[in-house]
């Protein structure tokens, strides 16, 4: 049976690829090391480490014990957090990945109601693009992501919680407010917008590529849009963003869609997380509260729009 401290030792080896600095991370001496992970490989029958030049490299069993092994270190973690949920009622930390957009219109009132309804629980909260986020989510940094639901390369579960567009908005004096425009009119003014890498930037630069248009004019290049609003308000620039954003109170006088209805992106908005990850009780609390926010303000968007 294999030893759980000579399992964590070789983690924490396998992360350094250097048994001087591992051992001195762990505390222990370089031989008590090597001998930790002698026991292990005699234990398995398997080298896991093989010579570099200088340097150490992982041989193919050890990269899957690594990566077994890690998994198996957080879900010691998860279980103790589970426990001390459980021990102070509820409470516990969850760790939330929330897209620009959902931080304006989403992310304010599940706050709110989380502490109205489970005030023991912490919120660790990155706020980024898809792309970062589920990179983040991927090595365990964060356990859900609110935000729009789009295709991942890897198995994901999610649950949509509401509807959203995304639209064409600049400010309420913006040349181009308050009339009917073609993508070609657009394209003689200057953008906000997230990376290329970002599902809605490929969908926009799409959208001017099939219609045999110039792409967007990027002069502000950015990695979050929770920011966004107040740079399009006052910057002169065009941004495409969440129509349940142009209705918050904030924004509501100061941005307006610009009028095409070729470039409104309909999409939905809701929670991701791995498939077969571990959700705590406060983890499920928080994807329960927000399901209900969701569909709370997907209503009154649509009452203010229709008013």
Not at 184 to 203: E, F, N
Not at 215 to 223: A, G, H, R, T
């Amino acid at each position: 049976m294999i030893n759980n401290r000579d399992l964590d030792y070789f983690v924490t080896a396998a992360e350094m690829m250097n048994l001087r600095l591992a051992s001195q991370n762990l505390n222990i001496t370089q031989p008590a090391l090597s001998k930790s992970i002698t026991r292990l490989e005699k234990e398995l029958g398997i080298k896991l480490f093989k010579r570099a030049g200088r340097g150490l490299e992982l041989t193919e069993a050890g990269r899957i014990l690594y990566q077994r092994g890690l998994a198996l270190q957080n879900s010691y973690l998860e279980m103790a957090e589970v426990m001390t949920e459980l021990s102070s009622g509820a409470g516990g930390i969850v760790r939330v990945g929330v897209s620009g957009s959902a931080t304006q219109f989403l992310l304010p009132e599940i706050c709110k109601t989380l502490q109205l309804q489970v005030p023991n629980v912490k919120l660790e909260i990155q706020i980024g693009m898809n792309d970062v986020l589920f990179t983040l989510m991927e090595r365990h940094v964060i356990d859900i992501i609110i935000g729009p639901l789009v295709n991942y390369e890897s198995p994901v579960v999610q649950v949509p919680v509401t509807a959203d567009r995304v639209v064409v908005a600049a400010s309420r004096d913006h040349p181009l407010a308050g009339r009917p425009v073609s993508l070609r009119d657009m394209s003689r003014y200057g953008w906000i917008l997230p990376a290329k890498t970002v599902s809605m930037r490929q969908w926009l630069d799409k959208m001017f590529y099939e219609n045999h248009c110039p792409l967007p004019d990027v002069k502000v290049e950015i990695s979050s849009l929770a920011s966004v609003p107040g740079l399009i308000a006052k910057s002169g620039l065009l941004s495409f963003l969440s129509e349940n954003i142009l209705v918050e109170e904030e924004f509501i006088s100061r941005l307006i869609r610009i009028d095409n209805d070729q470039l409104m992106m309909p999409r939905r908005v809701g929670i991701t997380w791995r498939e077969g990850a571990f959700l705590s009780p406060a983890t499920q609390k928080v994807i329960e509260v927000t399901q209900n926010v969701g569909q709370k303000m997907q209503s009154e968007a649509r009452r203010i729009l229709e008013e």
